[in-house]
């Protein structure tokens, strides 16, 4: 009898608003999109190897993996993170990877591509615990310290809703799109984390950390006790992104689209000047 063959999908996601903020636990807005990642095969008894339609090489390992950011081709370090969190939860599996998201577009692919991992090698947590798992194994193999918000929207998008999640406490709250609203996401160019200075603004954002306490809980009048100019800024545009995502949820619920959308120009200008 031939293998029975699996199939694995994970959704890429769009954030509404709510940009720099999931890494210090406070408010986004992101949902899920129709475009997917795939990973079709079958079992193996304890080797990974995947082909990706996207990549010229394919990957192989052995499981146990003890050491996955030493994994090449190095887009295979994405699936040898999972199965190093996994550890002995992970099992063997052959198979292709298929990708609709544009890669390198901000859609998180490298999230989807983890957590269509993760299933493919079975796991079988809840939704949370996943994005944990997931969000662990990227900065463990590619050495980018980010956020959960991505694989949360991955692991728990809702059609037609967008997801007002609470980065600290791990909270989901569902918020329906109006029935008029479509999102178009037009992909512009080309973006890494790991590369596009992602690293320093965590890093930046930690700093004021240690001066006011934690961001997700500051308000504009404490961050006077920040001298650094720039690193006051960082703060600014956290603490006020955050208050711009409870008000712009908000708004979807009510229907209430011309505030919502001078919020959303408020959002993007904060990430240009601050």
Known sequence: MSEALLSYRSPGRVNLIGDHTDYTGGLVLPMAIDRYTTISGIRTPSTIRLRSQNEPEPVEFELPISAPEKVTPSWGRYVAGVAAEMQNRARGFEGEISCTIPIGAGLSSSAALEVATALALGDTSTPVERAKLCQRAEFRSVGV??????QLTVTSGIRDHAL???????????????????????????????????AERVTQCNA????????????LSSLAKIADKTIFRRARHVVSENQRVRD???MLRTGDLKSAGKLMIESHNSLDQD
Not at 145 to 150: N, S, T
């Open 145 to 150: 310290p980010c956020g959960i918000m991505d």
């Open 164 to 198: 007002l999640i609470d980065c600290h406490e791990l909270t989901i709250l569902p918020v329906q799109l109006p029935n008029d609203v479509k999102v178009v996401v037009q992909f512009i160019a080309e973006r890494k984390l790991s590369s596009s200075g992602y």
């Open 208 to 219: 004021a950390e240690e001066i006011i306490g934690p961001l997700r809980l500051a308000n």
């Open 248 to 250: 712009f949820a908000a």
